[in-house]
């Protein structure tokens, strides 16, 4: 099974986890990369323009309507939940989900919807729940799914949730998911 777009989840202890996996990004890894890092509401902490010096690959904040480009990675803006929805992403203020917006269940579940078994779900290190349920969707729908190891994570509990409601496809150490998800988009390895 190929892949078109990686989603990926973070909270507590995101930032360098996020930096580990960017920074294996680079070169042929032509698959959008969206990721939703827990974050306080009130105060732009410039982590968009952090992750761009981290990144072989151009890192934004995506606009309403957007189109989700190849080769890109996209960071959910403070404060909105992100969805996709026709290829495209949709903000939304509805309510925090898991007492976060933007919530990880709300990106990974739209993106299950609308690219069903041709997705790759990443949870990394956090302390809620959050992200669970989303991981679920994309194996529900038929994607690919990994997990941080939660015994070598920053912080296990998120892992730990995602583990609880499904068997992923891989459970890896850090600097283990960058090199798989640069193998799954290069076409080298099939999940059937």
């Known amino acids: 099974m190929a892949a078109d777009i990686v989603v990926v989840g973070a909270s507590r202890g995101g930032l360098r986890a996020l930096e580990v996996l960017l920074s294996e990004m680079y070169g042929e890894f032509n698959m959008p990369v969206v990721i939703v890092q827990h974050r306080g509401k009130d105060i732009d902490t410039g982590l968009c323009a952090y992750l761009r010096s981290k990144s072989a690959l151009p890192v934004s904040e995506p606009e309403d309507k957007e189109p989700i480009r190849p080769s890109h990675v996209y960071l959910a803006p403070r404060d ?67 997990v941080e190891d939660p015994n070598t994570a920053a912080h296990r509990e998120m892992p730990e949730a995602a583990l609880a409601q499904i068997q992923p496809d891989w459970i890896l150490k850090l600097g283990e998911i960058g090199p798989k998800l640069r193998t799954l988009c290069n076409g080298r390895e099939y999940v059937n």
Not at 86 to 106: N, Q
Not at 107 to 119: K, N, P
Not at 129 to 144: F, L
């Open 80 to 146: 909105y939940h992100l969805l996709i929805e026709d290829k495209s992403f949709a903000l939304s203020v509805e309510p925090p989900v898991s007492f976060a917006r933007p919530s990880i269940d709300v990106l990974f579940e739209s993106a299950a919807h609308e690219y069903q078994d041709r997705i790759i779900g990443v949870i990394l290190t956090g302390s809620n729940g959050d992200g669970a349920r989303g991981i679920a969707a994309i194996k529900q729908h038929g994607g690919i799914t990994i």
